[in-house]
């Protein structure tokens, strides 16, 4: 059986990247999205300046092909070397999911 795997992307950017990584940020969301298994991306901002991104696929093969395309590894070095001051990576199968929505 296939498991949605997420990945947990936390960062913060270094002072004088906002305006560049900007620039590039829609372009590699918009990637992602047209990567097959794609399934959601949400990227939420703390008060502190800590970045939080959750990216999920549909399985760890869709996953692993999103993290090897040239352009979001260029994206990746790119962001090594010029945008953030740190980040960390968790990346997780998808062992237990609910869902619920109050409709009206």
Do not use: C
Request: aromatic content about 10%; hydrophobic content about 40%; proline content about 3%.
């Amino acid at each position: 059986m296939s498991r949605e795997v997420v990945t947990v992307f936390r960062n913060r950017l270094r002072n004088d990247a906002a305006d560049e990584y900007g620039a590039l940020s829609p372009h590699i969301l918009d990637l992602a999205r047209s990567m097959p298994g794609f399934v959601d991306a949400k990227t939420f901002a703390a008060a502190d300046g800590e970045r939080v991104t959750i990216v999920t696929f549909a399985d760890r093969a869709t996953h692993e092909a999103w993290r090897d395309h040239p352009e979001h590894r260029a994206a990746q070095q790119r962001g090594i070397a010029e945008f953030y001051a740190d980040y960390s990576i968790q990346v997780a199968d998808v062992t237990y999911s609910h869902r619920f929505e109050q409709r009206e």
